[in-house]
C-alpha cells in the first residue's frame, strides 16, 4: 500500500517519520524516552513516571517547568495578536521587551537585535561584528577567532567558529573562510577536582596575541567565546583568563562576543557571565533561558557604540540587511517578559547564588565514585568526568544516561562527561538526590 493511503497518520503515531536531532535515531526508536509532561523540578514521562530534571531541559528551563505567569501570558498574547510583521512594521511589547531587557543589562548594552535560537543569535552576532568594522571604515576587519571545543549552535556561523569536531567534519567544506581558533582551557594535570574558577590557565590567553602576530590584528573582528563552555562538557574559565582576553581585545580593536546562551538567566548565581565575572563584552548572544524555553527565542545584546556605528545614511534607509520573519515573535516576547518578572520577583540568580555552595559540595562529594577522573563546577553548573572505556569514548556515559532516566533522574552527557544544569528552584534534597542516584549508578557500570 503506498504511504498516502495508509490512512490518518495521527492515529498511527509511529515514532519513524520523526528525524530527530543530535540523535542516534535507530537506537532511540527502539528504545524511546518520552517526556508527556512537566511541572516545578519534574518531568512526567509518557508511561507515568516522575523524572527529577538535572539539566532544566536542555539549560533552559531555569525557572522551573510550567511557570502558570508564562503560560497564561502567551496564551493572553496568542488570542490579542498571533503575529505582526518585522520588517518596516513591529509590534508594542517587541519594544517593551527591549526596554525591559536592556534596563537590567550592565553597562552601555542598551540595544536588542531578536532571533530565535542560540544558533541564530550567534550567526547574528557574527555579522553584526563584521558588518560593524565596515560600517566604521575598516575593511579589512574580516576574520573571527573561535576557540577549540567552543559551541555557538549549528549554522554555518557557529560550526565555523565553533571547536567541536564531531559537528564540523562532515560540513568541511562549507565553514567559512578567514577563521582561526584559541586553544581550549581544559588542564586537568593541573587543574582537576578545582572548585569554581581553577587557579592555572591564564596564559591560555595569551594565544590571541600569537593569532594577532599571525594574522595581523588589524584583519581580526571578533573574539567569540562562551564565558563558560557548557556543551563541550563544562569547561570553566581560568581565573584571569577572561579578563586578559578582554584586555587583548581592547589592544587590538577587536571585538569580544560573549555566548551567554547557557550563562545568562541566572545560571552562575548573576544575571550573565560577563556581571559574574566583572568582564565587559561588546556583544552577547542569548537564547534558552530568555523565555524558560517555553517559545523559542534568541537575542543579541549590543553595546550603544556598536548600533550608533550603524545608524548612518540616509534615515529610511536599512542598516543592517538582516533579520528574521520571526524575530520578537509576539508569543516570544510575552513569555519573555513573563519570564524576566519571574526573575525578578523571586530573585532567581541570588537564589542560584546563595545554592550553589551547597550544590559544589554535591559534585565534589563523589571524587571518590568509580570511575570520576575530574569534577568541574560553577554557579549551578556541575560536571563529572569520567575515564573513557578504551576504544570506546563516550560510551561509558551513554550509559549512565539511560540508567540515570531509568532510575527518575534526567542528566546531560558529552564524550565521558555527565553534565548537570538543574532549574534554579531546585532544593537541597533533589541536589542530593542528584549525586545519590549518579554515585549509584557509578558503581553498576563497567
Ligand atoms: C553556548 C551556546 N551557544 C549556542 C547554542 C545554540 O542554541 P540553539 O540550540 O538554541 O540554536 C547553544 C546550545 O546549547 C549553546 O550552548
Same mark, same amino acid.
Given at each position: ?31 524511546? /524516552?518520552? %517526556? ?20 532544566? !531541559? ?8 510550567? $511557570? ?7 496564551? /493572553? ?7 505582526? +510583521? ?30 530565535? &535560537? ?22 579589512? $576587519? ?17 560550526? &565555523? ?15 567559512? @573562510? ?22 592555572? !590557565? ?32 563544562? %569547561?570553566? @574559565? +581560568? ?5 586578559? %582576553? ?21 545560571? %552562575?548565581?548573576? +544575571? ?55 524575530? *520578537?515573535? @509576539? =508569543? ?55 575515564? @573513557?572505556?578504551? *576504544? ?16 527518575? =533522574? ?22 542530593? /538526590? ?11 557500570? &563497567?
Amino acid at each position: 500500500m503506498d504511504k498516502h493511503e495508509s490512512g490518518d497518520r495521527a492515529i498511527q503515531n509511529t515514532l519513524e517519520p520523526y528525524w530527530m536531532p543530535f540523535t542516534g535515531n535507530r537506537h532511540f526508536k527502539q528504545h524511546p /524516552r518520552l %517526556l508527556a509532561a512537566a511541572e516545578g523540578m519534574y518531568y512526567t514521562s509518557d508511561d507515568g513516571r516522575k523524572i527529577l530534571d538535572g539539566t532544566a !531541559g536542555l539549560w533552559c528551563v531555569n525557572a522551573g517547568h510550567g $511557570r502558570r505567569e508564562i503560560t497564561e501570558a502567551i496564551q /493572553r498574547q496568542a488570542a490579542k495578536l498571533d503575529y505582526a +510583521p518585522s520588517f518596516q512594521l513591529s509590534h508594542p511589547i517587541a519594544f517593551e521587551l527591549a526596554a525591559r531587557l536592556t534596563a537590567t543589562l550592565p553597562g552601555d548594552f542598551d540595544y536588542v537585535f531578536y532571533a530565535n &535560537s542560540g544558533s541564530e543569535a550567534v550567526d547574528t552576532a557574527l555579522k553584526i561584528a563584521l558588518a560593524y568594522h565596515q560600517a566604521k571604515g575598516e575593511f579589512r $576587519r574580516t576574520r573571527l577567532i573561535g576557540r577549540e571545543r567552543g559551541y555557538h549552535g549549528v549554522g554555518f556561523g557557529g560550526i &565555523s567558529v565553533g571547536g567541536i569536531v564531531g559537528n564540523r567534519k562532515a560540513f568541511a567544506s562549507a565553514l567559512l @573562510p578567514q577563521i582561526d581558533h584559541l586553544p581550549h582551557t581544559h588542564d586537568p594535570a593541573k587543574n582537576a577536582f578545582s572548585r569554581g574558577q581553577p587557579e592555572h !590557565g591564564a596564559h591560555f590567553a595569551d594565544a590571541l596575541e600569537s593569532l594577532c602576530a599571525l594574522h595581523d590584528p588589524a584583519t581580526i573582528a571578533a573574539v567569540i567565546v562562551e564565558p563558560v563552555a557548557g556543551s563541550t562538557g563544562v %569547561l570553566v @574559565p +581560568p581565573k584571569g583568563y577572561l579578563e586578559r %582576553l578582554r584586555a587583548i581585545c581592547d589592544k587590538h580593536g577587536i571585538l569580544l562576543i560573549f555566548d551567554e546562551v547557557i550563562t545568562g538567566f541566572g545560571r %552562575l548565581g548573576a +544575571p550573565y557571565a560577563a556581571e559574574f565575572f566583572g568582564v565587559m563584552p561588546d556583544l552577547m548572544t542569548v537564547a534558552k533561558g530568555l523565555t524558560n524555553a517555553a517559545v523559542p527565542m534568541g537575542a543579541v545584546y549590543a553595546r550603544k557604540g556598536i548600533y550608533q556605528a550603524f545608524m548612518q545614511g540616509p534615515e529610511n534607509a536599512i542598516e543592517l540587511f538582516h533579520g528574521y520573519t520571526y524575530s *520578537g515573535h @509576539p =508569543l516570544a516576547c510575552a513569555a519573555a517578559l513573563a519570564t524576566i518578572e519571574i526573575h525578578r520577583r523571586d530573585g532567581l540568580a541570588e537564589r542560584a547564588k546563595g545554592i550553589a555552595p551547597y550544590w559544589e559540595n554535591a559534585i565534589h562529594s563523589l571524587e571518590d565514585a568509580k570511575h570520576v577522573i575530574d569534577l568541574r563546577n560553577i554557579g549551578l553548573i556541575g560536571a563529572i568526568e569520567m575515564a @573513557p572505556r578504551p *576504544g570506546a569514548a563516550g560510551g561509558r556515559a551513554f550509559e549512565v544516561f539511560l540508567e540515570c532516566f531509568k532510575r527518575g =533522574l534526567l542528566v546531560r552527557t558529552t564524550g565521558d562527561t555527565i553534565a548537570l544544569s538543574p532549574p534554579l528552584i531546585v532544593e537541597k534534597p533533589e541536589i542530593d /538526590r542528584m549525586a545519590e542516584t549518579i554515585r549509584a549508578v557509578l558503581a553498576t557500570i &563497567s
